[in-house]
């Protein structure tokens, strides 16, 4: 470990964090130098450095990395909040995974941190009226991170996407902050209809892995969804859902489920409606 990385404390603010283990990583690992000063240490904040992730991780032959880069800066220029969910995000990537050891691989390397951050993008493009655009990156993320959302949809600050393959979020569904998500979770709708179709995901929700949400329904603040469940009613805040359909199991849950990442149900299993 090199003198800035050690410099810098584990409280410090995430840009000082990811400039510090970039500069290290680029003298430990000489091979990925280029890639490290490109995309991190060649930028003064983290906005920039962003864009210029994104933009070389979307860029393609229909729109190049330059055009990209453009788009997010802009965006970031007129909604600096977009920036600071980023942030948020990343410090929950830190806080919720394990196997996040700094701030430089999810950013650099975890496709549900970027497949989120592409998504925000995509949201102000569809704010702004640029649907078209906006269904191009779209398409463009789920191409390339197999995650699938909606730039309609409405989405917290501080949200961990663990894996993110396999995550799909309908066009009416919204997202409270501080919510973790593993992969192939749905929140879908249960037909064809139109309108108001998909879930409501409260604050600090924990969803499990293959977890399909269905409907438009409210998942209450702090509630959590077992692996594998299939939830077609409102779940209480606090509360536990799990099986297919799913039941409500134990309630109240654990106290901050998306951020401790407790997946366990209660070993005395209770069956309320729901």
């Given at each position: 470990m090199t003198a800035a990385l050690k410099s810098v404390p584990h409280e410090a603010p995430i840009?000082?964090?990811l400039r510090a283990e970039a500069a290290d990583a680029a003298a430990s690992e000489p091979a990925l130098g280029s890639l490290l000063h490109a995309v991190v240490l060649s930028h003064t904040n983290l906005a920039g450095a962003l864009s210029f992730q994104?933009?070389?991780?979307?860029?393609?032959?229909?729109?190049g990395p330059m055009a990209w880069r453009e788009v997010c800066e802009r965006a970031y220029a007129e909604d600096?909040?977009?920036?600071?969910a980023a942030e948020a995000d990343l410090a929950a990537v830190l806080e919720r995974d394990p196997a996040a050891k700094q701030a430089l691989q999810p950013f650099l390397f975890f496709k549900g941190f970027?497949?989120?951050?592409?998504?925000?993008?995509?949201?102000?493009l569809w704010a702004a009226g640029r649907h078209t655009l906006a269904f191009h990156l779209q398409s463009r993320v789920s191409e390339?991170?197999?995650?699938?959302?909606?730039?309609?949809a409405r989405i917290g600050k501080g949200i961990f996407l663990d894996h993110g393959t396999g995550i799909v979020i309908g066009e009416t569904a919204s997202v409270?902050?501080?919510?973790?998500?593993?992969?192939?979770?749905?929140l879908g709708g249960t037909g064809a209809q139109r309108g108001?179709?998909?879930?409501?995901?409260g604050k600090g929700v924990l969803l499990g892995a293959g977890a399909k949400v269905l409907g438009n329904i409210e998942i209450g603040d702090y509630a959590k969804v077992?692996?594998?469940?299939?939830?077609?009613?409102?779940?209480?805040?606090?509360?536990?859902?799990?099986?297919?359909?799913?039941?409500?199991v134990n309630c109240p849950s654990c106290e901050d489920p998306a951020r401790t990442m407790d997946h366990t149900l209660a070993e005395v299993v209770y069956d309320f409606s729901i």
């Open positions: 840009w000082s964090r994104l933009a070389r991780k979307l860029g393609d032959s229909e729109v600096p909040a977009i920036v600071a970027q497949a989120l951050q592409a998504y925000r993008v995509g949201h102000a390339l991170f197999q995650v699938d959302v909606h730039p309609a409270g902050d501080d919510v973790s998500m593993l992969h192939a979770v749905t108001d179709r998909h879930p409501k995901i077992a692996s594998g469940s299939v939830v077609l009613k409102p779940v209480p805040p606090g509360c536990t859902a799990a099986g297919v359909p799913a039941r409500i």
